[in-house]
């Protein structure tokens, strides 16, 4: 039950700090938004990274988590007291970035370890609750109706003290991994040099270019289309389904395979990109919503996709590096070019004319500039489709030849 404990109170902390940092971030720093984004970026990879390396070069896991859990507390909490400076705020940033990851590198090596994959999804999903709760919290304070705190406020100066029980629970996980097989770090590297890798890197690559556009922000699209109040309701509704969705998941592994899950990330993907491109011109408050519930399909997917790749392809005592590297290489890299990208065009000047000399208007004139990216988002995701088919094929092939040895 500790796991479940530990991942509800991470995951609460988390959720309070992604409701408010897209619109932290662009409300003060308009101009320089991207860079204080590419610092979080930048960081999460290298937290996956020091964090599988560390733990399978000592074996260790408690006093890793012990330390990176304690310190989320203070990074987190110092993230929002520097509205006036972009470059403390980046700094935050990164610190932030690389702690989470790191942790949630940390606590889920332990579980798959400890539970195996198929719990592993089930478990996980206490912290999709958290998140869940989270985020009514800050939505229910942000109704004024209830005269309370606004909820901006509370997620950002007060969130951090919800890792403490996380942090006290860190002591109840395993001292040492469970392998005992020597690691050296170019095994990883050779490793990951396998067909099916290279392809599986490129892939996600691509998906995590597009994803970026999820967590940086579409909270601001929401907030100018809605209001503040709705983008801590969004993050609430992105998550309701991933609870029956985790508990559902091995299940359909077990029929259809690994795959089928990364074929509905991207399919979920493509849809909700598409309803939100839509929502820029033909607005419809329940569509967004609609795209908010396809939130489950699209992170949940992948992410386990390839959990459950890895587990079955990589050697137990290489699993935290490899998935490290697959961190650096596809998400580290997706993540920062989708937002150099959508970031500077995002702030270039929209030709209001493209539309208009057809009698297109938007329903937020400032929305209007989303609608490219919510289309580019959206076609790199069917785009990468017919690749997934070929990494089954690479997959079936692998598994034919390592029979016939």
């Not at 970026?212 to 907030?223: E, P, S, T």
């Not at 029956?244 to 074929?263: D, M, Q, R, S, T």
């Not at 519930?293 to 587990?311: D, E, N, P, W």
């Amino acid at each position: 039950m500790q796991y479940v404990f530990l991942f509800f109170f991470f995951f609460t902390g988390l959720g309070a700090n992604l409701a408010n940092l897209s619109p932290y971030v662009l409300s003060h720093f308009p101009d320089t938004a991207k860079l204080v984004f590419l610092a979080l970026q930048i960081s999460m990879p290298l937290g996956n990274l020091f964090a599988g390396w560390i733990s399978d070069k000592t074996a260790n896991i408690r006093i890793f988590s012990n330390l990176g859990l304690g310190l989320l507390v203070p990074v987190q909490f110092f993230l929002y007291r520097f509205p006036e400076s972009a470059y403390y705020s980046a700094f935050f940033s990164f610190a932030i970035g690389f702690l989470l990851t790191a942790n949630m590198q940390w606590i889920s090596i332990a579980l798959l370890e400890d539970k195996g994959e198929n719990r592993f999804s089930r478990i996980r999903s206490a912290g999709t609750v958290g998140f869940m709760c989270i985020q009514l919290f800050l939505y229910l304070l942000a109704d004024t109706k209830w005269g309370a705190v606004p909820g901006t406020d509370i997620g950002k100066n007060f969130g951090a003290f919800l890792y403490l029980p996380a942090f006290f629970l860190s002591f109840s996980l395993p001292k040492q991994r469970k392998s005992k097989q020597t690691f050296h770090f170019k095994d990883a590297l050779q490793f990951i040099q396998q067909k099916f890798f290279l392809v599986f890197f490129l892939v996600s690559f691509c998906y995590y270019f597009s994803y970026q556009l999820i967590d940086n922000y579409l909270g601001k699209y929401i907030q100018i289309s809605i209001g503040l109040q709705a983008v801590f309701f969004s993050w609430f509704v992105a998550v309701i389904l991933e609870i029956p969705y985790l508990f559902y998941l091995p299940k359909i592994v077990e029929k259809w395979g690994n795959f089928a899950i990364l074929y509905l990330s991207l399919i979920s993907a493509a849809i909700r990109f598409s309803l939100l491109a839509y929502t820029v011109y033909y607005f419809s408050e329940g569509l967004l919503w609609l795209s908010q519930t396809l939130h489950s399909f699209v992170y949940v997917g992948f992410y386990m996709g390839a959990i459950y790749c890895f587990r079955q392809k990589v050697p137990h005592h290489l699993y935290g590096s490899v998935f490290g590297l697959h961190s650096i290489f596809a998400q580290s890299f997706g993540f920062a070019m989708g937002n150099l990208v959508m970031g500077t065009l995002l702030a270039k000047p929209w030709n209001q004319n493209l539309f208009h000399q057809w009698g297109i208007l938007p329903y937020r004139v400032q929305g209007e500039k989303f609608f490219l990216l919510f289309v580019f988002a959206a076609s790199i995701c069917i785009l990468l489709l017919p690749t997934i088919a070929y990494l089954k094929r690479i997959w079936h092939n692998n598994s034919s030849q390592s029979e016939n040895i």
